[in-house]
C-alpha cells in the first residue's frame, strides 16, 4: 500500500536516509583518537593524518586521555611502537612526552551539539579600532593558524555583524586558551642598559661609541639631543626608548629586533628543551631572526662594557624580549658575542609543573610563528557552560518534549476520539524531527564537521515546529472531515492552501533572522524555516494521504 | 446585528488601548517601552546548581555591597534546585564565583553569561529591526496572498496588536525579554497569522446566512489548536531548565491568550460586517 503512493513512498525513502546520516558514524565501529597533526620534523613509519591510534607501547588507547597518559612517560629519543589503523607503526620520540604527532577524539556522530549543550565557552573579541573587512578575514587567518598550531580541536571561529569575532570552544575551556588566542602577538627584542646618573649626567656606550646622557627640566638629553620621557626616537637607524628615569639611574631600551624579523621558530629537540629546575620548570626553544636585525645587535653590542657573573663573562646589557608589552625573558649576553652578528636568540620561561611548562612553550611558538594580529582585540562577552549544566538541558530538554507529545495527545484524542487520527498525527510529528536531525547530520557529513550545529535555540526551533507541525495536521484534519458539503478533491485543496500559506508567511517572518544571523537566533530561524520547509513538501501531504486511507474518503 | 458591531467588539478594542497606555507609561518612566533582559542592556548573569534551597538575602546583600547591585533568587526546575544571580554591570564571572566560595556556596556546576551594555544595546537595535523587517515581509507576502486590503489589514492588525499586547502584559509581570524573547514574538506572528488565516479561509467566500456556521468550525479548529500549543509551551515553562526555552513559553502563553480575542472577536467581527456589506452591494 505504502509502495503505491508517492507521497508516502517520499517520506518513508527520506526517512531511511535520514536514519543513515544520523547513526552511520556509529556503525562504522572506529573508536578512539586519530593523527590530528604530525610535526614535520616526525620520525614516524606507517603515521598518517586521520589513522587511528589504538595502541601505544602496550598500553590499549579508548580515548584522548588514555592517549596523553601514555605519552607523558615517553623520554625523549625513546622507540615506540604503535597500532595505526589496525596496522603497527612506530616512531621515535622527539623529546619528553611527545612522540611527533598529536591525535584528536574520533567524532562518533553527525548531531553535533552547540556548546550550551555539550558545555564549552563563546567568547566574542571586538577590534579596538575600526579596521576594514579584509584586515578583520587577516585577523581571523591569523587565529586559524594559532588554533591549528596550538593543536586545537573542535574550535570554531565565525564573524558577527561587521567586526566582531565569536569564538566558540567545546569540551574542556579556559580562560588561558582565550587570553592566548586574543594575544595580539606584538613580539620585540630590546637591548636593556642602566645608566647611573651622577649629578644628573651619565654616559654609555650606544652604536660602539660613548655617548653622554643627562636629565633636562622636562626630559632627557640623549648625545646633546633633547627627547622627552617615554618618547621613541630613532637614533642612527635603532629605535630608541628612554623609561624608569629616576634621580639615580636611567633605563635604554633599543629595539634589536621585532616579530617581522623572525625567519623560523624552532620546535626540534636540538633547538628547544625542557627540564625541572628548582621547583618547576624551565624551558626553552630558539628563533630564528633577520640579518638586518643580526647587524643591528652587532653594532649595539660592540665596544659594550663587561661583567662577571659566576664565572662567566658576560656585556653588561642585557638582550630582553617582549611579547605585548611583557617582558618574556632577559637574556644575557656572553660578552664573547660583542659585535657578533646573533641570529638565533634563544627564548626561555619557567612554570611551576611539567605540564604548564610545555603548554606556555607551545603558546609562545604558535603566537610567533602565527605572527602578530593586525589589530588589539578586547574581550567584550564571554559564556561559559559546563559540560554538566550542558548535558542537564539536553536530558530536561528530552523530557520537556516526551510531556508534550504525551500532553497533544490526550488533547487530540479528546477531540477526535479516534485513534486513526492520533496514531498517524504522532507519527507525522515525530517524522518531521527525524527528519530536520537528519538533514542537520547530512550537513555534517557533508562539509566533514563545518555543518549544522544544533544549540539551543535550535532545539527550542524544534520544539517550535512540532507545535506548529501538530497545528497544520489539526487545521488539515478539520479541513478534510468536517466539509461533508464539497469534494475531497476540493476540501484536500482548501486545507493545502492554508498551509501553503500559512508556510510562506512563516518564512517570511523568520528571513531577515537568517539574513542578518544575530548571534545565537540564527540556528532558531533556521531550524524553523528547514522544519517547514520539510513538513509543506514531504510529511503534511504524506499525512494527507493516510488520512484520506485510513477514513476511506476517496 | 447587520451592519453594526457586536458589543463584544469593545472589549479587544479596550485591551489594545490599556497595552497602548501601559507601554507609553513604562517608556515615560524608565525610558523603554519593556522590561529588557541584559542580554539586551549588559550585565552579567550566573546559573549554579545546589542540592537545596538557599537563603539568597544574604548573598544578595554581600554582592549588592560590593558590585552597587544584585539579583540572587532560588530557581527550580526538574533537574533540582539552583540559584541565579544577576548584576547589573558586566563584572567578571570568575570573581562574583570566588565571592560566593568565600559566602560559603559550594560552586560545582555553573553557567555564565556576562556581556557588556555597548553590546548589550547593539544586539537591541539589531533584533528590535530584525523583527519590525519580519513582520513588513510578511505583512507584504499576506497581502499577495489575499489581494484584498481589508482581510490584509483584520491579520495584519490581530497580529500587531497581539505582540504589543503581549510585551504590556510581560512588563506588568516582570517578566525580562532577552535575545531569545524576540525569537518568540516572531513564532506568535507565525502562530496569530495561522489561526487567523484558519478564520479568514473559512469565512472569507460564504453568505451572511452561512457566516455563523463557518466561524464556529474555524473556531473549534482554533480552540484545538490554542489548548495543544498552550499545553505544550505550559509544560516547557514548568519543567526546562533553559532559561532561554522558559522566556520563549512565557512570551508564548500570554500571546495564545490574548489571540482569542484579538481573532476570534476583533478580527471575526471585522470579516463578517466585509461579508455582509460584500453581499448587500
Same mark, same amino acid.
Given at each position: 500500500?505504502?509502495?503505491?503512493?508517492?507521497?508516502?513512498?517520499?517520506?518513508?525513502?527520506?526517512?531511511?536516509?535520514?536514519?543513515?546520516?544520523?547513526?552511520?558514524?556509529?556503525?562504522?565501529?572506529?573508536?578512539?583518537?586519530?593523527?590530528?597533526?604530525?610535526?614535520?620534523?616526525?620520525?614516524? $613509519?606507517?603515521?598518517?593524518?586521520?589513522?587511528?591510534?589504538?595502541?601505544?607501547?602496550?598500553?590499549?588507547?579508548? $580515548?584522548?586521555?588514555?592517549?596523553?597518559?601514555?605519552?607523558? $612517560?615517553?623520554?625523549?629519543? /625513546?622507540?615506540?611502537?604503535?597500532?595505526?589503523?589496525?596496522?603497527?607503526? $612506530?616512531?621515535?620520540?622527539? /623529546?619528553?612526552?611527545?612522540?611527533?604527532?598529536?591525535?584528536?577524539?574520533?567524532?562518533? /556522530?553527525?548531531?553535533?551539539?552547540?556548546?550550551?549543550i555539550q558545555g564549552g565557552s563563546r567568547v566574542l573579541l571586538k577590534p579596538k579600532r575600526t579596521i576594514t573587512k579584509s584586515l578583520i578575514d587577516d585577523t581571523i587567518s591569523v587565529l586559524t593558524t594559532r588554533i591549528n598550531l596550538y593543536g586545537l580541536r573542535d574550535l570554531r571561529i565565525y564573524t558577527i555583524g561587521e567586526n566582531l569575532i565569536q569564538i566558540e570552544m567545546g569540551g574542556a575551556t579556559s580562560e588561558e586558551i582565550v587570553n592566548f588566542l586574543s594575544r595580539q602577538g606584538k613580539f620585540e627584542g630590546k637591548l636593556e642598559q642602566t645608566v647611573k646618573l651622577k649629578d644628573a649626567v651619565g654616559s654609555l656606550t650606544f652604536a660602539g661609541k660613548s655617548i653622554s646622557i643627562g636629565l633636562s627640566k622636562d626630559g632627557v638629553i640623549f648625545d646633546n639631543e633633547q627627547h622627552k620621557f617615554g618618547e621613541l626616537f630613532t637614533k642612527d637607524g635603532i629605535t630608541v626608548e628612554i623609561k624608569n628615569v629616576t634621580n639615580e639611574t636611567i633605563e635604554i631600551l633599543s629595539t634589536v629586533f621585532t616579530g617581522k624579523d623572525i625567519v623560523a621558530v624552532f620546535t626540534d629537540p636540538q633547538n628547544s628543551y625542557l627540564a625541572p629546575v628548582g621547583n618547576g620548570y624551565e624551558f626553552s626553544f630558539a628563533i630564528q631572526t633577520s640579518q638586518e636585525s643580526a647587524e643591528r645587535f652587532a653594532k649595539l653590542t660592540r665596544n659594550q662594557p663587561i661583567r662577571l657573573g659566576g664565572s662567566e663573562r658576560y656585556l653588561e646589557p642585557v638582550l630582553v624580549l617582549f611579547l605585548d608589552e611583557d617582558q618574556v625573558t632577559s637574556l644575557n649576553i656572553v660578552a664573547s658575542l660583542a659585535g657578533q652578528s646573533l641570529t638565533k636568540p634563544t627564548l626561555q620561561g619557567f612554570r611551576e609543573t611539567r605540564e604548564a611548562a610545555l603548554n606556555e612553550r607551545l603558546q609562545l611558538q604558535s603566537v610567533l610563528k602565527s605572527g602578530s594580529l593586525p589589530v588589539e582585540l578586547e574581550i567584550i562577552k564571554t559564556d561559559v557552560v559546563t559540560q554538566t549544566a550542558g548535558r542537564a538541558l539536553l536530558s530536561s530538554t528530552i523530557y520537556v518534549v516526551i510531556a508534550a507529545a504525551i500532553i497533544v495527545s490526550i488533547v487530540i484524542l479528546f477531540r477526535y476520539r479516534d485513534f486513526k487520527i492520533v496514531v498517524p498525527m504522532l507519527i507525522i510529528s515525530f517524522s518531521e524531527i527525524l527528519l530536520i536531525l537528519g538533514f542537520a547530520a547530512f550537513t555534517q557529513s557533508a562539509t566533514k564537521g563545518a555543518g549544522w550545529v544544533l544549540d539551543v535555540p535550535a532545539i527550542a526551533g524544534l520544539i517550535a515546529i512540532i507545535g506548529t507541525g501538530v497545528n497544520q495536521l489539526i487545521i488539515i484534519t478539520d479541513q478534510m472531515l468536517q466539509e461533508k458539503e464539497t469534494t475531497v478533491r476540493q476540501r484536500h485543496k482548501a486545507a493545502m492552501a492554508i498551509i501553503f500559506n500559512s508556510a510562506s508567511i512563516v518564512i517570511a517572518a523568520m528571513l531577515p533572522l537568517v539574513i542578518a544571523g544575530v548571534g545565537a537566533l540564527k540556528g532558531f530561524a533556521i531550524t524553523t524555516i528547514i522544519g517547514v520547509l520539510i513538513a509543506i513538501s514531504i510529511t503534511r501531504p504524506a499525512y494527507t494521504s493516510i488520512l484520506e486511507k485510513v477514513k476511506q474518503l476517496s | 446585528?447587520?451592519?453594526?458591531?457586536?458589543?463584544?467588539?469593545?472589549?479587544?478594542?479596550?485591551?489594545?488601548?490599556?497595552?497602548?497606555?501601559? !507601554?507609553?507609561?513604562?517608556?515615560?518612566?524608565?525610558?523603554? =517601552?519593556?522590561?529588557?533582559?541584559?542580554?539586551?542592556?549588559?550585565?552579567?548573569?550566573?546559573?549554579?546548581?545546589?542540592?537545596?534551597?538557599?537563603?539568597?538575602?544574604?548573598?544578595?546583600?554581600?554582592? +549588592?555591597?560590593?558590585?552597587?547591585?544584585? =539579583?540572587?533568587?532560588?530557581? #527550580?526546575?526538574?533537574?533540582?534546585?539552583?540559584?541565579?544571580?544577576?548584576?547589573?554591570?558586566?563584572?567578571?564571572?570568575?570573581?562574583?564565583?570566588?565571592? !560566593?566560595?568565600?559566602?560559603?556556596?559550594?560552586?560545582?556546576? =555553573?553557567?555564565?553569561?556576562?556581556?557588556?551594555?555597548?553590546?548589550?544595546?547593539?544586539?537591541?537595535? #539589531? @533584533? @528590535?529591526?530584525?523583527?519590525?523587517?519580519?513582520?513588513?515581509?510578511?505583512?507584504?507576502?499576506? =497581502?499577495?496572498?489575499?489581494?484584498?486590503?481589508?482581510?490584509?489589514?483584520?491579520?495584519?492588525?490581530?497580529?500587531?496588536?497581539?505582540?504589543?499586547?503581549?510585551?504590556?502584559?510581560?512588563?506588568?509581570?516582570?517578566?525580562?525579554?532577552?535575545?531569545?524573547?524576540? +525569537?518568540?514574538?516572531?513564532?506568535?506572528?507565525?502562530?496569530?497569522?495561522?489561526?487567523?488565516? @484558519?478564520?479568514?479561509? #473559512?469565512?472569507?467566500?460564504?453568505t451572511p446566512e452561512n457566516f455563523r456556521k463557518q466561524y464556529r468550525r474555524a473556531l473549534s479548529t482554533g480552540l484545538t489548536l490554542i489548548s495543544t500549543i498552550t499545553l505544550t509551551m505550559l509544560i516547557v515553562l514548568l519543567l526546562s531548565p533553559s532559561k532561554l526555552l522558559v522566556n520563549v513559553s512565557q512570551i508564548l502563553v500570554i500571546g495564545f491568550i490574548f489571540d482569542l480575542p484579538y481573532t476570534w472577536i476583533l478580527n471575526s467581527s471585522l470579516l463578517e460586517w466585509w461579508v455582509r456589506r460584500r453581499h448587500h452591494t
Open positions: 500500500m505504502i509502495l503505491k503512493d508517492v507521497r508516502l513512498l517520499v517520506l518513508a525513502v527520506l526517512l531511511g536516509i535520514s536514519l543513515y546520516f544520523i547513526i552511520s558514524p556509529l556503525l562504522s565501529g572506529r573508536v578512539g583518537v586519530v593523527v590530528a597533526k604530525i610535526d614535520s620534523n616526525a620520525k614516524c $613509519n606507517n603515521i598518517r593524518l586521520d589513522f587511528a591510534i589504538t595502541q601505544v607501547s602496550a598500553t590499549q588507547i579508548k $580515548n584522548l586521555d588514555d592517549f596523553h597518559k601514555s605519552v607523558l $612517560n615517553i623520554k625523549g629519543d /625513546e622507540f615506540v611502537s604503535l597500532i595505526a589503523d589496525g596496522l603497527p607503526a $612506530n616512531c621515535v620520540a622527539l /623529546e619528553d612526552g611527545n612522540i611527533g604527532f598529536t591525535v584528536a577524539g574520533v567524532k562518533k /556522530e553527525n548531531l553535533v551539539f552547540g556548546i550550551d | 446585528m447587520s451592519g453594526r458591531f457586536p458589543k463584544l467588539v469593545l472589549l479587544p478594542i479596550l485591551i489594545f488601548l490599556l497595552s497602548l497606555a501601559i !507601554l507609553l507609561s513604562n517608556f515615560i518612566r524608565t525610558g523603554d =517601552f519593556i522590561l529588557r533582559d541584559i542580554d539586551l542592556k549588559g550585565g552579567t548573569l550566573i546559573n549554579i546548581e545546589t542540592p537545596a534551597p538557599f537563603d539568597t538575602s544574604k548573598i544578595e546583600q554581600a554582592l +549588592a555591597a560590593k558590585y552597587g547591585s544584585a =539579583f540572587v533568587s532560588n530557581v #527550580q526546575s526538574i533537574r533540582g534546585y539552583g540559584i541565579e544571580i544577576q548584576v547589573d554591570k558586566d563584572v567578571g564571572v570568575n570573581g562574583v564565583i570566588s565571592d !560566593l566560595k568565600n559566602l560559603g556556596v559550594a560552586v560545582n556546576s =555553573f553557567s555564565s553569561e556576562s556581556i557588556g551594555s555597548f553590546l548589550g544595546n547593539l544586539f537591541f537595535e #539589531q @533584533v @528590535v529591526s530584525i523583527l519590525s523587517i519580519g513582520f513588513v515581509l510578511m505583512s507584504i507576502v499576506i =497581502f499577495i496572498i489575499y489581494r484584498n486590503l481589508i482581510t490584509s489589514f483584520g491579520i495584519v492588525f490581530a497580529s500587531l496588536a497581539n505582540i504589543l499586547t503581549t510585551l504590556a502584559i510581560t512588563s506588568l509581570l516582570g517578566i525580562k525579554i532577552s535575545f531569545a524573547g524576540f +525569537a518568540a514574538l516572531l513564532m506568535l506572528i507565525a502562530y496569530t497569522v495561522d489561526t487567523n488565516i @484558519v478564520l479568514t479561509n #473559512q469565512v472569507l467566500k460564504t
